[in-house]
């Protein structure tokens, strides 16, 4: 946003001294459009497109071995002030986005998502939800896809190779 301005008004600084007001008119349309576009695309974010390499990732954790203690900690520390306590997407600020947060704990929807899917999905994250790429290890974001697996009693699916 901030150097759209920039080069906007380094281009008014170059243009010559006697403009048109028609030239205004156009160039503050422009301007507005241009504006436009960039706050509609913030609250607007594309849909949420998964690599397919990414989908096919394991969990190089097992369920049965891994230590999940901390882990519930961790998503109501992280996660539940959108996803809520239990997952079903009804947290205190989950509630004002569009999309809203999916709930987690409908077994239908996240059989049909890969643990490599949601691994990406925590590490990448998705305007308004942040990526937690940098602020959790990876081990604790595959902790977190377990935990995830545990709210909706969901398994693994591996996604179709063509798809
Ligand atoms: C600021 C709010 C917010 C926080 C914090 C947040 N999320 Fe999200 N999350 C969302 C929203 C909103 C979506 C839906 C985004 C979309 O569909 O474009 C989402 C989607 C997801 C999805 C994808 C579900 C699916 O099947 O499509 C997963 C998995 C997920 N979040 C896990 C987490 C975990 C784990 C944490 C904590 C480490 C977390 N989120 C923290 C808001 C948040």
Not at 62 to 91: I, N, R, W
């Amino acid at each position: 946003m901030y150097s759209i301005v920039r080069t906007l008004s380094s281009a008014m600084t170059i243009m010559p001294r006697r403009k048109s007001p028609v030239n205004l008119v156009l160039f503050v349309a422009l301007l507005l459009v241009a504006a436009g576009s960039a706050v509609y695309a913030y609250f607007h974010p594309g849909p949420w497109i998964v690599p397919e390499a990414a989908k096919h990732v394991v969990n190089p954790l097992k369920a049965s071995q891994a230590d999940l203690s901390g882990t519930h900690k961790l998503y109501l520390d992280k996660c539940a002030e959108c996803h809520g306590d239990t997952g079903k997407g009804d947290g205190p600020q989950g509630r004002m986005y569009d999309p809203l947060p999916k709930d987690l704990t409908d077994a239908a929807h996240m059989n049909s998502v890969s643990d490599g899917e949601l691994f990406y999905k925590i590490s990448e994250g998705h305007r308004p939800m942040p990526a937690f790429r940098k602020r959790l290890t990876e081990e604790q974001r595959w902790q977190l896809v377990l935990f995830l697996r545990s709210l909706s009693n969901s398994s693994s699916s591996v996604p179709a190779a063509t798809k």
